[in-house]
C-alpha cells in the first residue's frame, strides 16, 4: 500500500477505536482498582488487541465466506452498524452496540476485564472489526496485510498506552475536550458508514450505479 492509503487505514481505525472515550469507559472500570492493577490490565489489553486485529486481518474474510456473506452485504451491513455508533458518539453517548451497562455488570465479577470488555467489544468492536475486514478483501496481497498487521502493533501499543497513563492524560486533557473530539470523531464515523453503505448497496444492485 502507499504511503496515503496506510495513513488513511490508521487514521480509519483510529477513529474506530476512539482512544479517548474508550479511556473513560476504562477509568470507570477500573476506577476502584490500585494503579498497579489498572497498568498491569492495560498491557493485557494491549496484547489481545494485537491477537484480535491481526487474526482479523488474515482470516476475517475467510470467516465470511466459510459462512457465506459476501463482503459487498457485509460491507452494506458494517455501514449500518457504523452509523449507529457514530449517531450516539455525536450524542456524547457510548453506543450500545459496542457496549451495554450488562458489560459494567459483568466486569464486576471477573478477575480480568482486559479482553472481554475492553479489548472486545469496548475498543476493537464491530466498526473496527468490519474496518479491518473490508481493507484486508481491498488489499489481499501478502505484503499489504503484513503492512496492515505491523500498523494494527503500532495502534495496539498506543491505546496501551493510552490506558497505561490513563489517569495524567484524563488530567491533562479533561473530560470537556473528550467529549468534543468524540461528536468529531462521531461525525467522521458517519461519513465512512454512508460511504460503506453506499459501496455495499452499488455493489449488490448494479442497477445502482
Known amino acids: 500500500m502507499s504511503a ?49 486485529m491481526v487474526v482479523t486481518v488474515w482470516s476475517g474474510e475467510e470467516l465470511l465466506s466459510w459462512l457465506g456473506i459476501t463482503i459487498p452485504s457485509f460491507r452494506f451491513a458494517g455501514g449500518i452498524i457504523l452509523l449507529i455508533i457514530g449517531l450516539s458518539m455525536l450524542q456524547s453517548k457510548e453506543s450500545p452496540v459496542s457496549h451495554t451497562p450488562a458489560d459494567d455488570e459483568a ?44 500498523s494494527c502493533i503500532l495502534l495496539a501499543f498506543t491505546m496501551c498506552m493510552i490506558l497505561y497513563f490513563g489517569h495524567p492524560i484524563a488530567r491533562i486533557v479533561g473530560m470537556s475536550v473528550i467529549k468534543v473530539i468524540t461528536r468529531i470523531m462521531g461525525m467522521i464515523i458517519m461519513s465512512l458508514a454512508v460511504g460503506m453503505m453506499a459501496e455495499g448497496a452499488t455493489a449488490l444492485i448494479p442497477a445502482l450505479n
Not at 41 to 48: D, E, H, P
Open 107 to 150: 466486569a464486576h465479577d471477573r478477575d480480568s476485564i482486559a479482553i472481554v470488555p475492553l479489548s472486545l467489544p469496548i475498543i476493537i468492536g464491530p466498526g473496527a472489526i468490519s474496518t479491518l475486514i473490508i481493507w484486508a478483501n481491498d488489499y489481499p496481497l501478502f505484503l499489504n496485510k503484513v503492512e496492515m498487521s505491523g
Open 4 to 52: 496515503a492509503v496506510t495513513i488513511k487505514f490508521i487514521v480509519a481505525m483510529i477513529v474506530m477505536m476512539n482512544p479517548f472515550g474508550s479511556l473513560s469507559i476504562f477509568l470507570e472500570l477500573t476506577k476502584k482498582l490500585s494503579r498497579k492493577m489498572q497498568r498491569s490490565i492495560a498491557l493485557k489489553c494491549g496484547l489481545a488487541m494485537v491477537i484480535i
